[in-house]
């Protein structure tokens, strides 16, 4: 009973991380045949409350993997009970169901949540590892099965290196939580480099090696010495491809190579959540993250919170906490609960195509068709590579009058300011960036442009202040918004605290 018993994926990591508890110290003097046979006792009735409060209607998602890797790692490690066999089957036999149901058939993660990805493909090594550990014999399922196994399991680790920024931490695109299966190094929560290096030791892949870099101290606790071995031989190799198109998960990548000064555009273009759950989604169709020679400067400003601040939990997963485009002062998707919708907006792409030089990306959605006037939103990329620069045009077709806001959201060590039809940015090492905008449109009553305080999250509960840059026109019929991104201007900017027109903000 209680709060510890709340959650059955709470008992499920509970378990696994005592069975590794149990394991590091069995063979030490503080570890009495008393104090066993009371642990033992506990990890049976945490086996056989996960069995029964499996989470299939709760939350069909992690939670459900979860569970499932919990028995089946006490079905393993506690093969003298007479339930470990049946945990152990039932355990596998879920994983084995989901996987090809979260994850879609290009590797994308079916909450369109990427801190949820990089749970699920935790659970999936763990379950490798425990595997490989004690050999195939009675464990391995069928062919079949296994194949779509490993397939879904690599294109999943493929999608995390693509969505990679240069300097080596990871978007947080829709919610996340911060919490881990088993924490066994320091590490920040937007950093999924030992994971990917995890995969690439398993897999055989020098490309996801070349991003993650040097093996982690998590390697060797997973894989032991032989999976260091396996990925010190591993010939680390740029991958061939510097633009890639998730068609199905809706994530449009764009590169000008793979180094830690290279550049880096995220756009997302896909579904609002899942099929048959919206919890995890974000109001943030078409909206892109930036890196500019490896600099990182347009972010996602990611989830801060769940139940605890309604009016925080909000404002992180609504349309004006993203870069992308709001109209009317309106969310692109409505929200409801915190962990629900009145209204979803999905994407409709219209062309990607990689030219060389550069790579151009347009689509659409229809989030906004639900206002009296209908409007619908366009927005076209186009990265040119030997520049490091990038265009964004924002249409907007309508018939009647409506306000457009475009907001682009800084990483929090920048420092920006407006001035004329410009905002000015800067790094504390000197590094800048300017976006230049245009606006066209019948009949405007006015352009206004200004920077804005506003908050970017790492880690779940954790905020930092950062400047939002906000540039809004007033048009009739069909209105175009241009801004021209170039990096490595010279100027020098204002310091943030003298120089941000801030606004309240939850």
């Not at 004690?134 to 296994?146: Q, S, T």
């Not at 001035?419 to 090492?429: C, F, S, W, Y």
């Not at 009739?476 to 606004?503: C, K, N, W, Y």
Request: glycine share 8%; hydrophobic share 40%.
């Amino acid at each position: 009973m209680g709060v510890g018993w709340a959650a059955s994926l709470d008992v499920s990591f509970r378990a696994i991380q005592w069975l590794w508890a149990l394991s590091l110290c069995a063979d030490s003097r503080a570890v009495t045949r008393e104090f066993v046979a009371r642990l033992l006792k506990s990890l049976i009735e945490h086996g056989r409350h996960i069995e029964k409060y499996l989470s299939y209607y709760f939350s069909p998602n992690t939670h459900l993997t979860g569970e499932a890797l919990g028995l089946f790692y006490l079905g393993m490690a506690l093969p003298e009970l007479r339930r470990a066999e049946r945990w152990r089957k039932a355990g596998l036999r879920i994983l084995l169901d989901q996987l090809p149901k979260h994850i879609r058939s290009d590797g994308v993660y079916f909450e369109q949540a990427s801190y949820y990805q990089r749970y699920t493909v935790d659970f999936y090594t763990h379950l490798f590892a425990i595997m490989h550990a004690n050999g195939a014999d009675g464990i391995a399922p069928p062919r079949d099965e296994e194949q779509t196994l490993w397939r879904k399991l690599e294109a999943a680790f493929d999608h995390l290196m693509w969505i990679s920024r240069p300097d080596g931490s990871w978007p947080l695109i829709g919610d996340d939580d911060g919490g881990r299966l088993i924490k066994l190094a320091p590490r920040p929560s937007n950093d999924f480099r030992d994971t990917l290096a995890i995969g690439a030791a398993i897999f055989k892949r020098g490309d996801w090696k070349h991003v993650a870099g040097d093996a982690p101290s998590e390697m060797l606790w997973l894989l032991g010495p032989e999976g260091m071995a396996r990925y010190d031989r591993l010939q680390a190799a740029s991958p061939r491809e510097v633009s890639m198109a998730f068609e199905t998960g809706g994530y449009f990548v764009m590169r000008d190579g793979w180094e830690r000064d290279s550049s880096f555009v995220l756009i997302d273009c896909g579904r609002h959540g899942s099929e048959t759950g919206l919890g995890h989604a974000h109001s943030d169709a078409l909206a892109i993250e930036l890196a500019l020679r490896g600099a990182t400067w347009l972010v996602d400003p990611a989830t801060y919170v769940y139940g605890a601040e309604a009016e925080a939990r909000d404002w992180f997963r609504s349309t004006r906490a993203h870069n992308t485009a709001t109209v009317d002062g309106e969310d692109q998707s409505e929200t409801s609960t915190p962990f629900a919708w009145k209204t979803s907006a999905n994407c409709n792409l219209i062309r990607f195509d990689d030219l060389g030089d550069c790579v151009i990306f347009e689509g659409s959605h229809e989030g906004y068709h639900r206002l009296p006037d209908p409007v619908t939103h366009i927005r076209s990329v186009v990265m040119l590579r030997k520049q490091s620069a990038l265009i964004v045009s924002d249409r907007f077709a309508a018939r009647a009058r409506h306000d457009y806001a475009i907001r682009y959201h800084f990483a929090p060590n920048c420092g920006a300011y407006a001035r004329d039809n410009r905002v000015e940015a800067r790094m504390p090492n000197g590094e800048s960036l300017v976006i230049n905008f245009f606006a066209k449109a019948a009949g405007p009553s006015g352009v206004k442009l200004w920077v804005e305080g506003g908050w970017v999250s790492s880690c779940y509960g954790q905020r930092a202040e950062a400047p939002v840059a906000v540039f809004e026109v007033s048009g009739d019929g069909m209105v175009e918004i241009t801004t021209v991104i170039v990096g490595g201007a010279q100027f020098v900017v204002p310091p943030l605290g003298g120089s941000v027109r801030s606004r309240p903000i939850p």
